[in-house]
């Protein structure tokens, strides 16, 4: 199984560069360079959020995770090097009276690689794809009592190699729409296993359909000047892990995110 998993994970790098090689931007780079909102950036939202964590229980914990991330993004002449640290922690995540203290944070780091540019409704579209490498960690610790040494507590990483894409669609010299997709596609899980029930191993290999973590945001850029800016953005997250009890996390955050261009 692990030599399959090296298999498809070198097929999958190779297509990838592939697709970036014969897609690739190059008289059109300097227009790359300007358009894409380089420096450093920091970002709050907030949002609904439900998990379904079955090490814990079959029923759903939802409520408020406030979010925030810090990143930096630095352009050179064929590529853009992107770092994107998130953190999240509330221990306000219910099911009717039982609450949960859930914590999760990702490290995110890419390169982008513009595309051919496109045109949309007679404005320029331009579109970055390449490869990353991220780490996730989740850990939820329900507020329930317990005696003995019994505990109630979970936690689930995940090391995974993936895609960032990027798309930006000025629409004006200062304000423009921007989206983009983050993906998992090959992991290295971890998760918390009970050893007395079974003899599961607690780290394994997973695929885009065993391990996924994934976000998604679509949203608007306005330069206040021209180093400076301003984000407004609607933000999904999915994290779905199934080689052991099953765990499902999904939220949607409404993003505000200032970015400093160096």
């Not at 090689?21 to 609904?48: K, R």
């Not at 579109?127 to 507590?153: M, N, T």
């Not at 800016?229 to 999904?250: G, M, N, Q, Y």
Request: aromatic share 18%.
């Amino acid at each position: 199984m692990k030599e399959l998993i090296k298999t498809n994970l070198k097929i999958f790098l190779s297509a990838l560069t592939f697709l970036i090689a014969g897609q690739v931007s190059g008289q059109d780079s300097l227009s790359y360079l300007n358009v894409y909102p380089a420096g450093i950036s920091f970002e709050y939202g907030i949002g609904n959020y439900s998990v379904k964590d079955e090490y814990i229980s079959k029923e759903k914990y939802s409520g408020r995770l406030p979010y925030y991330s810090f990143g930096w993004a630095r352009k050179h002449t064929k590529y853009v090097y992107r770092l994107e640290m998130a953190y999240r922690n509330s221990n306000d995540i219910n099911n009717y009276n039982v609450s949960t203290d859930i914590t999760q944070f990702a490290l995110n780091q890419g390169f982008l690689y513009p595309l051919k540019k496109r045109t949309l409704f007679k404005n320029d579209l331009y579109i970055w794809l390449g490869p990353s490498v991220e780490f996730f960690f989740y850990y939820s610790k329900p507020d329930i009592a317990v005696s003995g040494f019994d505990y109630a507590q979970s936690f689930a990483g995940l090391l995974s190699a993936g895609f960032n894409a990027e798309f930006i669609y000025p629409l004006k010299r200062n304000f423009q729409l921007e989206s983009s997709l983050s993906l998992s596609v090959l992991s290295l899980g971890f998760r918390m296993v009970d050893s007395e029930e079974d003899n599961q191993s607690p780290a394994n290999l997973l695929t885009l359909f065993s391990g996924l973590n994934s976000s998604f945001d679509l949203g608007a850029r306005y330069y206040i000047f021209n180093r400076l800016s301003v984000k407004l953005a609607f933000k999904f997250e999915l994290t779905r892990i199934s080689v052991w009890d099953p765990l499902l996390s999904a939220s949607d955050n409404l993003i505000i995110g200032l970015r400093y261009k160096f």
